[in-house]
């Protein structure tokens, strides 16, 4: 009895896993065909407004998923005329309604909201413009009969049926990029093209540093370093690079919260809340430095994922759907790993 129930269980384990790489495979031979068809399609509606949609009924609140809209934005500014961001706000995800995030309240989300127009602002390209407004808002403008003529809504049937996307956008920004690898360049990240007072962070211009994300949240905790981790990571670092400083970067509460672990094991380090007031300037000192490590940790990571700066990202759970098995993005080198790896002791022989 024991061994049938023990038997069933390994089945239904190898089933589920059999149907999750069926759905990564067929999500990217989709993807990448409509890669194809949207480049054709690009060229002959070059001068009419290309609109992305980021609606939060269907997405989630987070910087790194929107990171995701912002560089399709950065590469589809080199394809159009003119590009529309439009954040669909008034509505959250079910998911946050039922777990009662923290989200609900409305000037929680506000503030959120007014930094992710920020971070947005600075990143897009010149030709792109940001508005936002409710489902009602959005769906006047989009209803009207002259919009056609001079707009074109990226993913429209699923904008407009208010299914979610956001998923997707990893993907199309992997395999039009591809197909269209002249533009790499000028859609990736470089420190030097970051919008920011470069005076405030003059004793980071040699790159001779490490830096290492720590998330902490009292959301998402299986995301978070606990105090042997960060000891043990923070100690590897130390020997594989040696005479680099190690910067940790967190949000203030995450740097605080470290800050406290690492005095206890005598380790001296550096932190990104003592000179970034931002989650922009987090990613440009994460852009400038020499390298960038993360186990767990949250969305910060997709600066240098797109970027030439070599990392190694432990990338699991993750919403993306990779290029390969080897590689979440197509453009990657050698040394820059994303893994999947759960395991501290398997990731520090990988790096050896």
Known sequence: MRETIINNFIKIK????????LIIIKSRYHIKKKSKIYLNKFEKISNKKLWLVYDFKTSPISYGDSMHLIILSRYLSLKFNK?????????????????????????????????????????????????????????????????????YIFEKNKIMNRISIY????????????????????????????????????????????????????????RNLNDTEFVKIVNFLNKKFINYPILIVSDKIGCEHYKIIANKSKLNLLYSKDYSISFLEDGYLTLNSNYYFQYKGGGIHTFVEFSKINFYIQKYPSNEIWHSNSKSLFFHSKDQISSKDKTLNNIFKQLI
Request: hydrophobic fraction near 35%; charged fraction near 35%.
């Open 14 to 21: 190898f089933i589920s896993y059999l149907y999750k790489k």
């Open 83 to 151: 590009i529309i961001i439009y954040y669909i706000t008034g509505e959250l995800r079910n998911d946050y309604i039922e777990e009662k995030s923290q989200y609900n309240d409305r000037d929680i989300f506000n503030k959120f909201h007014k930094k992710l127009f920020e971070l947005t602002n600075k990143l897009k390209k010149n030709n792109c413009e940001i508005k936002n407004g409710s489902w009602e808002e959005f769906s006047k403008i989009v209803k009207d009969d002259k919009f056609i003529i001079n707009n």
């Open 167 to 222: 998923k997707d956008f990893f993907l199309y920004i992997n395999f039009l990029l591809f197909f269209d690898k002249e533009k790499l360049d000028d859609t990736i990240f470089d420190f030097k093209k970051i919008k920011i007072d470069n005076n405030k962070f003059k004793n980071f211009k040699n790159k001779k540093y490490i830096s290492f994300h720590c998330r902490f949240s009292d959301e998402g905790i299986s």
